[in-house]
């Protein structure tokens, strides 16, 4: 209870230090939602508390500090490990299971580096993409690359949604309004990827043919 209540103080008291905190935990195996983050901060340097691109800088920071700690942990501690967390009733606190790190693994694999960049832009994947990248000893350099790029464009989006609806709702409306936005875009973004993939399977046959 302790660690919700210096995360609502985080929340509540956003500068750049609490946005860099939240988004690693973002990043981490803790169910926080980057949409609870990096809007309410846009939405403060909107009304001139902050600077935008700072909020996009630290929050991709964050990210990326989140993402490496989930890549070095299952490095170190390797998949027997992980799923066994996943089993126990501190992951399933988390909102982890065994499928959903098997749904991110079978993701890894299909996709290869490029679901680094791809699964941060997919909910329920991109807190977890990072650990089967640490399983597999992906480069890290490209590891690097592909977070700070995906999570980059999802702040950037994210912080977009927050800037604009500053001038037209209130502080208290404000997350409605992310909540449907984000939506919009999720599904937008998968369509995209499922397109993308579809249309390199089908240059990968016909070349093989």
């Not at 980057?34 to 996009?56: F, M, T, W």
């Amino acid at each position: 209870m302790e660690s919700i209540g210096f995360i609502q103080w985080c929340l509540d008291n956003l500068n750049y230090w609490t946005i860099t905190l939240l988004m690693a935990i973002e990043s981490s195996v803790v169910p926080l939602p980057s949409e609870l983050v990096v809007p309410p901060a846009a939405y403060k340097a909107a009304a001139g508390e902050l600077n935008i691109y700072l909020v996009v800088f630290f929050s991709t920071l964050g990210a990326l500090l989140g993402s490496l700690g989930n890549y070095f942990l299952a490095t170190v501690i390797g998949r027997p490990i992980v799923y066994r967390f996943a089993n126990s009733r501190f992951g399933h606190m988390l909102l982890i299971d065994e499928e959903a790190i098997k749904k991110t693994e079978a993701f890894f694999a299909k996709h290869g580096s490029i679901s680094i960049f791809t699964g941060r832009l997919i909910p329920g994947v991109r807190h977890l993409i990072s650990i089967p990248a640490g399983l597999s000893r992906m480069n890290l350099s490209k590891f690097i690359f592909y977070t700070t790029l995906g999570a980059g464009i999802w702040n950037v989006i994210l912080a977009a949604i927050g800037y604009y609806l500053e001038s037209i709702v209130p502080y208290d409306e404000l997350m409605t309004k992310v909540d449907e936005y984000s939506g919009h875009i999720s599904t937008a973004f998968i369509v995209l990827g499922v397109f993308v993939f579809g249309l390199i399977l089908y240059k990968t046959i016909i070349k093989s043919r």
